[in-house]
């Protein structure tokens, strides 16, 4: 693996930044992490697909990051690339008359929710108040328990790396709770979503009704990375580990939040360590207890 060729043959070759030793901890929505040993921001397909074939070409793993919202990037940081997208994967464009929005990867989830909201479309209301970008929601298939960003997907464009563009229908993928059938080396670049005309108050009204009940059960005024297990079916991770009697439980800086046990929390200057060993005890707990086997939703990077 060569990350310093990496470096020079991509450094001014493409439409993009590269840059070395960026902390994670600047990029990740727990504010923690060491640093990547090379990062590039790629403003266009071009400039990623170039970016991606040096890298393939160099052995030097890489990972699409996002807003970082779903991620816990190791205190030792990652030898490998984090690719953001910018620009070209940031356009949005919406057809009110067709209610469909067509969206770049890189737009933030928040943005194409309000501007589907205004627009007078429905069928992202699932998705308010969770953060990132809409290639995140996508590969992770964002929403709540019942209702999937997934199930509003008309096509989808991907690049393969080594191959090109291929573009699916929404239903040639599997969409399911926090998991598709999209292959892990495929790298969304933009979709298009099918929605439904409605009337933008009780669109707003719906919206609003759920960032209330969010503000009122999440701690949403501390750094984490939302929800750290999967809910099992017809169980609820948080109400399985609080009744553990892990509410409040620290680690370093790190605590299992007292309002939510299915978030842990950064309370200042807490380490991915930290947030491990909370995420093995919770874990382990409710595996004793209960005999369920959380699965962890969060992306670790650099472990």
Same mark, same amino acid.
């Given at each position: 693996?060569?990350?310093?060729? &990496?470096?020079?043959?991509?450094?001014?070759? @493409?439409? &993009?930044?590269?840059?070395?030793?960026?902390?994670?901890?600047?990029?990740?929505?727990?504010? !923690?992490?060491?640093?990547?040993?090379?990062?590039?921001?790629?403003?266009?397909?071009?400039?990623?697909?170039?970016?991606?074939?040096?890298?393939?070409?160099?052995?030097?793993?890489?990972? @699409?990051?996002?807003?970082?919202?779903?991620?816990?990037?190791?205190?030792?940081?990652?030898?490998?690339?984090?690719?953001?997208?910018?620009?070209?994967?940031?356009?949005?464009?919406?057809?009110?008359?067709?209610?469909?929005?067509?969206?770049?990867?890189?737009?933030?989830?928040?943005?194409?929710?309000?501007?589907?909201?205004?627009?007078?479309?429905?069928?992202?209301?699932?998705?308010?108040?969770?953060?990132?970008?809409?290639?995140?929601?996508?590969?992770?298939?964002?929403?709540?328990?019942?209702?999937? @960003?997934?199930?509003?997907?008309?096509?989808?464009?991907?690049?393969?790396?080594?191959?090109?563009?291929?573009?699916?229908?929404?239903?040639?993928?599997?969409?399911?709770?926090?998991?598709?059938?999209?292959?892990?080396?495929?790298?969304?670049?933009?979709?298009?979503? &099918?929605?439904?005309?409605?009337?933008?108050?009780? !669109?707003?009204?719906?919206?609003?009704?759920?960032?209330?009940?969010?503000?009122?059960?999440?701690?949403?005024?501390?750094?984490?990375?939302?929800?750290?297990?999967?809910?099992?079916?017809?169980?609820?991770?948080?109400?399985?580990?609080?009744?553990?009697?892990?509410?409040?439980?620290?680690?370093?800086?790190?605590? @299992?939040?007292?309002?939510?046990?299915?978030?842990?929390?950064?309370?200042?200057?807490?380490?991915?360590?930290?947030?491990?060993?909370? !995420?093995?005890? &919770?874990?382990?707990?409710?595996?004793?207890?209960?005999?369920?086997?959380?699965?962890?939703?969060?992306?670790?990077?650099?472990?």
């Amino acid at each position: 693996m060569s990350v310093f060729n &990496a470096y020079m043959s991509l450094s001014g070759a @493409i439409d &993009a930044e590269v840059l070395r030793d960026e902390r994670l901890s600047r990029r990740t929505s727990y504010r !923690i992490g060491g640093p990547a040993a090379l990062m590039v921001v790629a403003h266009s397909y071009e400039a990623l697909a170039k970016a991606v074939s040096v890298l393939t070409a160099e052995h030097v793993e890489w990972v @699409i990051l996002g807003k970082g919202s779903n991620v816990l990037a190791s205190d030792e940081g990652y030898r490998g690339c984090v690719i953001l997208l910018d620009d070209e994967f940031s356009r949005m464009t919406i057809d009110a008359e067709d209610a469909t929005v067509t969206a770049g990867a890189g737009v933030a989830l928040s943005r194409l929710v309000n501007d589907a909201m205004k627009a007078g479309l429905s069928g992202l209301e699932c998705c308010v108040g969770i953060p990132g970008t809409l290639g995140g929601a996508l590969s992770m298939d964002a929403g709540t328990r019942r209702e999937w @960003i997934g199930r509003r997907v008309r096509d989808l464009v991907v690049l393969r790396p080594g191959e090109g563009m291929h573009r699916y229908s929404g239903d040639e993928v599997e969409w399911g709770y926090r998991c598709t059938s999209l292959p892990g080396n495929e790298i969304i670049l933009e979709a298009t979503l &099918a929605l439904m005309p409605a009337e933008r108050a009780a !669109i707003a009204a719906d919206m609003d009704a759920r960032l209330r009940r969010r503000r009122q059960v999440q701690p949403l005024t501390l750094p984490s990375c939302g929800s750290v297990f999967r809910n099992p079916p017809e169980r609820s991770a948080g109400m399985l580990i609080q009744a553990c009697d892990l509410a409040g439980t620290t680690c370093g800086g790190a605590q @299992i939040s007292e309002e939510h046990c299915n978030f842990i929390v950064n309370r200042g200057g807490a380490t991915a360590a930290d947030v491990v060993t909370l !995420i093995q005890r &919770a874990h382990d707990a409710v595996l004793e207890r209960h005999g369920i086997d959380l699965s962890c939703e969060v992306k670790l990077l650099g472990f």
